[in-house]
Structure formats: structure tokens, C-alpha cells
């Protein structure tokens, strides 16, 4: 149980203090020259320069690429359970002062770095919290996580998603299972924007739902009507039901998952939609080709993919991934409507997204207009000082 006493240093090298200097929270193992002490992970150590200046405090695992996640600037913070516990009502008050949970229940209550508790992410959907635990740090705290957030949110039970690769990386083993409380059902349901969903928290995308697309599903709303919406990558149709809500008259689901598409059925009809949702199963770059090959055409589409770049090395392959979806999808839009187009590969910045948007109007030889920039929703805050925190950005177009 780390006291929040350092047990240890971590000497940054010559010239290399500058991004912590610049409070970026990971110090990368290509930065350190040393340390100092017998240092396990999860152990809260000191970050000093090589002259022994302090510069910052963190949680250490030497066995990760990032040895050192920074917690604290302040030399006199103590990382103990006191700092927990308040990082965590933190995290609380700002959703609340955000009212995201007025007709909604679920949203995500703690988004690491962005809420100053790196390795945790913790997202709550209805009477459950869901964790993921990416540290050794936090793997630590896990028992005390769990009474920590019973007593600040009184859940059924705190359930634990720990199956993500970056516990991998943190040489972690997978750990997907109840922690405290009752355990969460196969699917439960939860309501966003008045709207109702089936989540599979033990099986789901991420912790069961994309709650990082709950705001951009609100402002795309109101574009996707008419008589047929394409919701190209629908996953459980979260897009479409909201289509539906808004007057779309019939929204085509297209995603390679059959489970995901029967969900996305289960979905339109627990918001008394059924009948009004079709599902495609198949590869959308096949589908929206097949589609113009047969002169298609749809009053509005949205197109979420996964991400396609997860690293750099594969970057250029994405590019050309997100051009082949677009254009083909700026030609099957009815002229005069509207497409909402999503990059959730935070390699790919907002700037580089518009690029790749603007060469596939060039082939799709549409004019496009930008109504709306989009990102991930404001319970998922972007850290000035972490790009990494910024990953999703879409564009909200109308298509003449
Ligand atoms: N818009 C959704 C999230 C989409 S996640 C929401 O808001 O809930 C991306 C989805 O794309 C996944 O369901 C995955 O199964 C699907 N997918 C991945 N590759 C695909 C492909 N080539 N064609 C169609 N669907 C694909």
C-alpha cells in the first residue's frame, strides 16, 4: 500500500527536463538516467534532474516504457490515500457541476491524466462503476478504490474491466470480474439524453459503451433525418436511435459485428423505434463501394470506425483508410445533406483529419461545407498540458 512516502528517485537526463518541467505527466524510460533506491512498482518516487533538483512526484513502474507517471509539481503534495480520496471527489464535483448526469446515467467519472489520477479511468453506467486499473499504482489501491467509490457514489457494485492492452504494456495480466458489491448483470440498461441503452459491461466495446461520443450523438441529432440514414460502424446503434428520435424515418446500421447489429435492434426497440432500424453485416469499405456501384443514395450518414491508427508505423495506411471511407461516403449523400464524420486515432490531429476530409472532396468532386468540429465529450476533458488526452475529432458536414 503505497503511504505516499517516496521510496525512491528517478534522475532525469541532462536536457531532458523540460517536458516534465512543462508538466507533461509521463516521464519516458529514453529520459531517465537513473535511480535511485529499491523501487517497486507502484511505489511513489521522487522525479529530480541530474543536479538533484526536485521537479516532480509519481508513480513509478520501472518495468513500463513510461517509468514514471507524475501525479504532483507540489513538493509538498504526499501521493497517499488522503490525495486519492480527494482527487476523487474532484473528479465528482466537476461532472456534477457539469450536470451530465441530468436524464443521464452514464458517463465517465474519472478520466485519468485529465483528472489527475493517471492510471485510472473509472465510468459509471446507471447503478454500476466500472473501472480500469492501468498502473501498478492503482492496481494497488484496487480494494481501496473500490470502498472509496462506494462511498462516494453508493453503486450496487464496482465491477472492473481490466482486459485493455495498456495492462499489458504495464506488465499487468488481464483481470475482467466484480470488486465490490453486487455483480453486474450480462446487460443492463442505462439512459442517455432521455434515450435508453442495453450495455454489456463484461463483454462490451471500452467499458461496455462509447460515453466519449454522448455529446456528439446530441448535436448530430438534429442533421439525421429523412427518409434513410446510413450509420456506417454503428456498433450497438447508439447514432441511429438518435436519428430516429429526431424524425429519421428508417437508419441502416452497417458493422461487421452480428452481435453488435442485434443489439443495435434491441436498442431501437427499447426506445420503441423497432422496425425502424435495418442491419447490414459486412465490411463498410466493401458496402459503401457496393453501394455506389448501385447508385445509392442516403439523406445523411455517420461514420464512427475504430481507430485506425494505433501507432505511428501504421499512420499513412490510416490516412488512406479514412479518404477511401470518406469520399466514398461524400458521394453517396443526397446533395444538400449531411454527413458526420469521426477520427477517434490520436495520432491524427483535428488539422490532419480536415486534410484527409478536403482530398476526398477533391475525388468525391463535392463542394463541403463544415458546420460543426466535434470531440469526444466534455466528461472526457482534454489536459492542456497532454495532447494525449485529445483523441476523438469529427466534422459535421453538409454536402452540396
Ligand atoms: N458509433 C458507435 C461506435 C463505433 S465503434 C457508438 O457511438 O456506439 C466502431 C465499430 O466499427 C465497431 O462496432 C466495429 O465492429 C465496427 N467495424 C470495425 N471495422 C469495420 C469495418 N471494416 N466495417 C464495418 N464495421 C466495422
Known amino acids: 500500500m503505497?503511504?505516499?512516502?517516496?521510496?525512491?528517485?528517478?534522475?532525469?537526463k541532462q536536457g531532458r527536463e523540460e517536458a516534465v518541467q512543462r508538466r507533461h505527466p509521463w516521464l519516458f524510460s529514453g529520459s531517465v538516467e537513473g535511480m535511485e533506491g529499491k523501487i517497486q512498482p507502484g511505489d511513489v518516487v521522487d522525479v529530480v534532474s541530474h543536479d538533484g533538483t526536485w521537479l516532480a512526484r509519481g508513480f513509478a513502474n520501472p518495468q513500463s516504457e513510461v517509468p514514471v507517471r507524475i501525479?504532483?509539481?507540489?513538493?509538498?503534495?504526499?501521493?497517499?490515500?488522503?490525495?486519492?480520496?480527494?482527487?476523487?471527489?474532484?473528479?465528482?464535483?466537476?461532472?456534477?457541476?457539469?450536470?451530465?448526469?441530468?436524464?443521464?446515467?452514464?458517463?465517465?467519472?474519472?478520466?485519468?491524466?485529465?483528472?489527475?489520477?493517471?492510471?485510472?479511468?473509472?465510468?459509471?453506467?446507471?447503478?454500476?462503476?466500472?473501472?480500469?486499473?492501468?498502473?501498478?499504482?492503482?492496481?494497488?489501491?484496487?480494494?481501496?478504490?473500490?470502498?472509496?467509490?462506494?462511498?462516494?457514489?453508493?453503486?450496487?457494485?464496482?465491477?472492473?474491466?481490466?482486459?485493455?492492452?495498456?495492462?499489458?504494456?504495464?506488465?499487468?495480466?488481464?483481470?475482467?470480474?466484480?470488486?465490490?458489491?453486487?455483480?453486474?448483470?450480462?446487460?443492463?440498461?442505462?439512459?442517455?439524453?432521455?434515450?435508453?441503452?442495453?450495455?454489456d459491461v463484461w463483454k462490451g466495446h471500452k467499458t461496455g459503451f462509447y460515453l466519449d461520443q454522448r455529446d456528439n450523438r446530441r448535436r448530430a441529432a438534429p442533421y439525421l433525418m429523412g427518409e434513410r440514414v446510413l450509420n456506417a460502424f454503428s456498433y450497438t446503434g447508439s447514432f441511429a436511435v438518435y436519428a430516429l428520435r429526431a424524425g429519421a424515418k428508417e437508419?441502416?446500421?452497417?458493422?461487421?459485428?452480428?452481435?453488435?447489429?442485434?443489439l443495435a435492434e434491441e436498442n431501437a426497440a427499447l426506445n420503441g423505434f423497432e422496425g425502424r432500424v435495418r442491419s447490414l453485416e459486412g465490411n463498410a469499405f466493401q458496402v459503401l463501394r457496393k453501394f455506389r456501384d448501385e447508385g445509392e443514395r442516403f439523406d445523411a450518414i455517420v461514420l464512427d470506425p475504430p481507430r485506425f491508427a494505433p501507432t505511428k508505423a501504421?499512420?499513412?495506411?490510416?490516412?488512406?483508410?479514412?479518404?477511401?471511407?470518406n469520399w466514398l461516403a461524400m458521394r453517396l449523400v443526397k446533395q444538400?445533406?449531411?454527413?458526420?464524420?469521426?477520427?477517434?486515432?490520436g495520432m491524427v490531429s483535428p488539422e490532419l483529419f480536415q486534410q484527409v476530409l478536403f482530398a476526398a472532396a477533391l475525388d468525391a468532386?463535392?463542394?463541403?461545407?463544415?458546420?460543426?468540429?466535434?470531440?469526444?465529450?466534455?466528461?472526457?476533458?482534454?489536459?492542456?498540458?497532454?495532447?494525449?488526452?485529445?483523441?476523438?475529432?469529427?466534422?459535421?458536414?453538409r454536402v452540396e
Open 314 to 325: 501504421v499512420l499513412e495506411n490510416a490516412l488512406r483508410g479514412y479518404k477511401d471511407i
Open 71 to 199: 501525479a504532483t509539481w507540489n513538493p509538498d503534495e504526499r501521493l497517499d490515500e488522503e490525495w486519492l480520496w480527494c482527487r476523487l471527489q474532484q473528479a465528482w464535483r466537476r461532472r456534477q457541476e457539469l450536470s451530465i448526469p441530468d436524464e443521464t446515467d452514464a458517463f465517465r467519472l474519472v478520466y485519468a491524466e485529465s483528472d489527475f489520477l493517471p492510471g485510472l479511468i473509472a465510468d459509471c453506467y446507471a447503478d454500476f462503476v466500472v473501472v480500469q486499473l492501468s498502473t501498478p499504482a492503482m492496481e494497488r489501491w484496487r480494494e481501496t478504490l473500490a470502498a472509496m467509490l462506494t462511498e462516494l457514489l453508493n453503486p450496487k457494485g464496482i465491477f472492473e474491466r481490466g482486459d485493455m492492452d495498456t495492462r499489458l504494456r504495464e506488465k499487468l495480466p488481464p483481470r475482467v470480474g466484480p470488486v465490490r458489491g453486487e455483480t453486474p448483470p450480462e446487460r443492463l440498461t442505462i439512459t442517455e439524453n432521455g434515450l435508453r441503452f442495453w450495455v
Open 365 to 397: 468532386k463535392r463542394e463541403v461545407l463544415i458546420l460543426e468540429r466535434l470531440t469526444q465529450s466534455r466528461d472526457h476533458p482534454i489536459l492542456l498540458t497532454f495532447p494525449e488526452s485529445e483523441y476523438l475529432k469529427g466534422f459535421l458536414c
Open 2 to 12: 503505497p503511504t505516499g512516502e517516496p521510496v525512491g528517485k528517478i534522475i532525469v
Open 251 to 262: 437508419v441502416i446500421n452497417l458493422d461487421t459485428s452480428a452481435e453488435a447489429l442485434r
Open 336 to 345: 444538400g445533406s449531411y454527413l458526420v464524420t469521426f477520427s477517434c486515432s
